[in-house]
T-cell receptor, first 114, second 117 residues
Framework: AQSVTQPDIHITVSEGASLELRCNYS??????LFWYVQSPGQGLQLLLK??????LVQGIKGFEAEFKRSQSSFNLRKPSVHWSDAAEYFC????????????FGKGTTLSVSS | EAGVAQSPRYKIIEKRQSVAFWCNPI?????LYWYQQILGQGPKLLIQ??????VDDSQLPKDRFSAERLKGVDSTLKIQPAKLEDSAVYLC???????WGGGEKLFFGSGTQLSVL
């Protein structure tokens, strides 16, 4: 079955430190992979996406992610975290079997300490 | 360009009452999705429309939830009767055709936060 697992429910990182959020997926073929960010009271914003080609993709706000087929992973990274990065992060895979919808993980809450 | 519009922003009802949510997708977007996001979880697909036809409603609790997309534009999601476990944020999203390989993006509305007491 198609699914997305985000093993870390909550992560706290010091401001200026590096960040890695984990994402593992289960999918029958090569998936389309996405990372979204959701700030309190805000809608979901796309950070980056992987379709094909270079396995290291760059996104907005200084984020990047690496697709590793052998590990079924698509981890999100940022070299230096800012306090404004505190939010909920969702990994998603698509399309689902019946249509074109994305399947989302349960999310990782990022807190940034000063 | 205008984004995905949803209303109302908040709704509080008692269990067994009915409620309706409205979504206006981005102009020209053929694909419309309704997602349910329970607190502490990721969005879960309820239904996908392509124009005014249903593509996937396998996860829609059809005994109480219904949705329609009149003329392939606006959409309404209804719950009747509501249960306590329906408390969640209901997100509407749209895309041009759902062609992720073609570089399309999925645009989300701000959602309707439903509290069932």
């Amino acid at each position: 079955a198609q699914s997305v697992t985000q093993p870390d429910i909550h992560i706290t990182v010091s401001e200026g430190a590096s960040l890695e959020l984990r994402c593992n997926y289960s999918y029958g073929a090569t998936p389309y992979l996405f990372w979204y960010v959701q700030s309190p009271g805000q809608g979901l914003q796309l950070l980056l996406k992987y379709f094909s080609g270079d396995t290291l993709v760059q996104g907005i706000k200084g984020f990047e992610a690496e697709f590793k087929r052998s590990q079924s992973s698509f981890n999100l990274r940022k070299p230096s975290v800012h306090w404004s990065d505190a939010a909920e992060y969702f990994c998603a895979v698509g399309p689902n079997q019946a249509g074109t919808a994305l399947i989302f993980g349960k999310g990782t809450t990022l807190s940034v300490s000063s | 360009e205008a984004g995905v519009a949803q209303s109302p922003r908040y709704k509080i009802i008692e269990k067994r009452q009915s409620v309706a949510f409205w979504c206006n997708p981005i102009s020209g977007h053929a694909t419309l999705y309704w997602y349910q996001q329970i607190l502490g979880q990721g969005p879960k697909l309820l239904i996908q429309f392509q124009n005014n036809g249903v593509v996937d409603d396998s996860q829609l609790p059809k005994d109480r939830f219904s949705a329609e997309r009149l003329k392939g534009v606006d959409s309404t999601l209804k719950i009747q009767p509501a249960k306590l476990e329906d408390s969640a944020v209901y997100l509407c999203a749209s895309s041009l055709r759902g062609d992720w390989g073609g570089g399309e993006k999925l645009f989300f509305g701000s959602g309707t936060q439903l509290s069932v007491l």
